[in-house]
């Protein structure tokens, strides 16, 4: 007679259960993902730029909520493509060509959608030319303070070992150059939606150092930002 298998070891704890617990998790997800994939950093640094277009131009309801879900959509798309990627990997320890193909169609997805948003993106701005043209001292105050914000942010979302204090002096400059868009802002939704990218990637940076002093505590390997 066969000895009964061994039971599956449990999965460990995640930390508790509950609502509260659930949106840790998927907070945990989404930073995780700005950390280890650069397709969805450079997604993050675009849709601040939507969001700084979107607060300098006086759009209708139809063209904010366009934008606004193409954002969202492109996020849920890329932190999707994550996730089969880890399945992927899981499953397949060594090359196969299907798991190769599995990976390049939801890349394939993202690439999609993401060049409709491109060009979403110019029809509206081509649509609302004439808001565009009468927009131009508001416009010139978006790019003077906007860039240096958008700088900011992709300094918080680069994979490069910094000091502390470069994290906060970036998260502080961009923070002060946002409220001060904020004083004149064409839209409080794009700006609400600028203030919430800055903080994401804030919590990347913060995170990403918090793994490399893990790292050095238990000499492990340093782990390797995908595209």
């Known amino acids: 007679m066969n000895a009964p298998a061994p039971p599956s070891p449990s999965f460990p704890p995640r930390g508790g259960a509950g609502l509260i617990a659930s949106f840790r998790h998927a907070w945990a997800g989404l930073i995780h993902t ?3 994939q650069r397709n969805m950093r450079v997604h993050l640094v675009s849709a601040v730029l939507v969001g700084l277009v979107g607060s300098g131009i006086e759009l209708g309801l139809a063209e904010k909520v366009t934008l606004i879900f193409c954002v969202l959509l492109i996020f849920f798309a890329e932190i999707l493509n994550s996730a089969l990627e880890h399945l992927v990997d899981l499953a397949v320890q060594q090359f196969d060509e299907k798991a190769r193909l599995a990976k390049d169609a939801a890349a394939a997805g993202v690439m999609v959608l993401a060049l409709g948003t491109v060009v979403i993106f110019a029809a509206l701005l081509v649509t609302n030319w004439h808001v565009v043209v009468n927009s131009g001292p508001r416009i010139a105050r978006q790019v003077a303070l906007g860039l240096p914000f958008t700088a900011c942010v992709t300094l918080l979302v680069l994979p490069r070992s910094r000091p502390a204090w470069v994290d906060w002096a970036a998260f502080v400059l961009g923070a002060a150059l946002l409220g001060l868009m904020a004083l004149r802002t064409a839209s409080s939704v794009f700006t609400a939606l600028t203030a919430g990218l800055l903080g ?26 995908r595209a």
């Open 34 to 36: 700005v950390i280890h």
């Open 200 to 225: 994401v990637a804030m919590a990347a940076a913060r995170t990403r150092r918090s793994e490399a002093l893990g790292q050095k505590k238990t000499g492990s390997s340093p782990v390797s930002y």
